[in-house]
């Protein structure tokens, strides 16, 4: 049987929040939220460029992460995993608060906070730790809690990436791109283009080619102590898209390296979570 983590917040009484960007009518429900924390005598840190998006005071991100026990997020899964991948250095898990749509790593509802916080002192929640990725190029290094794609530039034409294993050339992907996702990530852009679904709570690799000319590529599950190397082997580059959220360019025969992070992304989750049961709701299997 899988074991999940006995990981416990050391103390609950000073949380960090960060917003859904580019929303400042998230404003009325921040405050809501900003009560609920208050009255369980958890002490709120906003965030700079949140704070400055609903017209607040706010502190710089670095100074929340030496000061809080946890953090918030409020928006969506995108809101949640830019949340993860600028604090996980510091070790603080995150508390997913979901005003997306979908919420497949965002469980907890506003409505749902109050009764969370009540029970916190009876150890209501857990902490999973999930897996980081490490992509670094000659010039640039990022991180990705779901996913590093490395995508053609050009709509009209395809690209040709060569693929190394440990320094040792294993494939050579024409197509669209490829997706090195997480298995957190597994259920996001994996998903859609056919690759396997992965429990989160397991460290390994998961490259899937996008739109493959060749039908016999498939996708590969590799272990996480790997090291995987990509090499834009196309005249035109290429982008490499990290979480959806940045993008970077990369020119012909460079490389992208790939590893495991030393530090994992910690998610808080209500104890009765249970991963199968989010999987058969979101995808409606058996529908
Ligand atoms: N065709 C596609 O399916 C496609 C294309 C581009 C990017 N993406 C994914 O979007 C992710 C970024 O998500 P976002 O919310 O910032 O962008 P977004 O707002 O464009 O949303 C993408 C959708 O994916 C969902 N999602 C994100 N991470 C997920 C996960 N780990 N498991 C299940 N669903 C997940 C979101 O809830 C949302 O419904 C990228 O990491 C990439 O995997 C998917
Ligand atoms: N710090 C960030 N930097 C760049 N983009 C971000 C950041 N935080 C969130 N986003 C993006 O903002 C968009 C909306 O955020 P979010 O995903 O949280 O809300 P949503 O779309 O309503 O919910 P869901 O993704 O769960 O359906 C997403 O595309 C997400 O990637």
Not at 64 to 92: E, P, Y
Not at 142 to 160: E, G, T, W
């Amino acid at each position: 049987m899988h074991k999940i983590s006995k990981e416990k917040l050391q103390s609950k009484s000073k949380v960090g929040i960060i917003l859904r960007p580019s929303t400042p009518e998230i404003k009325e429900n921040y405050f809501i939220i900003k009560h609920c924390f208050e009255k369980h005598n958890i002490e709120v840190f906003l965030e700079r460029s949140s704070a400055s998006m609903i017209d607040e005071d706010g502190y710089d991100l670095d100074m929340i992460c030496d000061t809080v026990d946890f953090f918030a997020s409020i928006g969506g899964d995108g809101t949640l995993i830019s949340v993860v991948r600028r604090t996980f250095k510091s070790n603080k898990p995150v508390l997913g608060i979901n005003l997306g749509n979908l919420g497949f790593l965002t469980d907890l509802k506003i409505a749902d906070l109050d009764n969370f916080l009540d029970n916190l002192e009876t150890d209501n929640y857990r902490i999973d730790s999930r897996m980081i990725i490490k992509g670094s190029t000659n010039i640039k290094k990022f991180f990705a809690f779901n996913d590093i794609v490395i995508s053609r530039k050009s709509l009209s034409s395809m690209i040709k990436i060569d693929a190394k294993i440990d320094g040792k050339p294993f494939n050579s992907y024409f197509g669209d791109g490829v997706i090195i996702s997480t298995p957190n990530g597994s259920t996001a852009y994996n998903l859609s283009v056919g690759g396997p679904l992965v429990y989160p709570l397991t460290d390994v690799f998961i490259v899937t080619p996008v739109a493959p000319h060749s039908l016999t590529q498939r996708p590969l599950v590799l272990p996480a102590d790997f090291e995987i190397e990509f090499t834009v082997s196309d005249n035109q580059g290429a982008v490499v898209i990290v979480d959806g959220q940045d993008i970077y360019e990369v020119e012909h025969n460079q490389s992208v390296k790939i590893q495991i992070a030393s530090k994992k992304g910690k998610l808080i989750h209500r104890k009765t979570r249970n991963y199968f049961q989010v999987l058969n709701e979101k995808l409606q299997w058996g529908k």
